[in-house]
Nanobody
Framework: QVQLVESGGGLVQAGGSLRLSCAAS????????MGWFRQAPGKEREFVAA????????YYADSVKGRFTISRDNAKNTVYLQMNSLKPEDTAVYYC?????????????????WGQGTQVTVSS
């Protein structure tokens, strides 16, 4: 079992930056691959980014590639999502998720544990 708590969301102007954090507790953090997903109002939840157990491999949705960076600090049991050049269409609730398996996945059904989400609002 692992508990995930996101933080770092807020209101930012277009072109600005935010860094989301997801702190994990419970089982050893390093055994989980981690992902970030988001859900905009009236839309289904979608994949944003994922990173391997070591953080050495990453994968991004095309919509955020080159602007967002996923990273992790296993010593702090924390995964991050650095978001730069934010756009109004990035407005959503952002969720981190943990997958107790090898390999990166962009499928939310592959993830075992979820945080409660943090709101990101980008104004134009």
């Amino acid at each position: 079992q692992v508990q995930l708590v996101e933080s770092g969301g807020g209101l930012v102007q277009a072109g600005g930056s935010l860094r989301l954090s997801c702190a994990a507790s419970g089982r050893t953090f390093s055994v989980y691959t981690m992902g970030w997903f988001r859900q905009a109002p009236g839309k289904e939840r979608e994949f944003v980014a994922a990173g391997s157990r070591s953080g050495g491999s990453t994968y991004y949705a095309d919509s955020v590639k080159g602007r967002f960076t996923i990273s992790r600090d296993n010593a702090k049991n924390t995964v991050y999502l650095q978001m730069n050049s934010l756009k109004p269409e990035d407005t959503a609730v952002y969720y981190c998720a943990a997958r107790f398996a090898y390999g990166i996945s962009d499928d939310e059904d592959d993830y075992n544990y979820w945080g409660q989400g943090t709101q990101v609002t980008v104004s134009s």
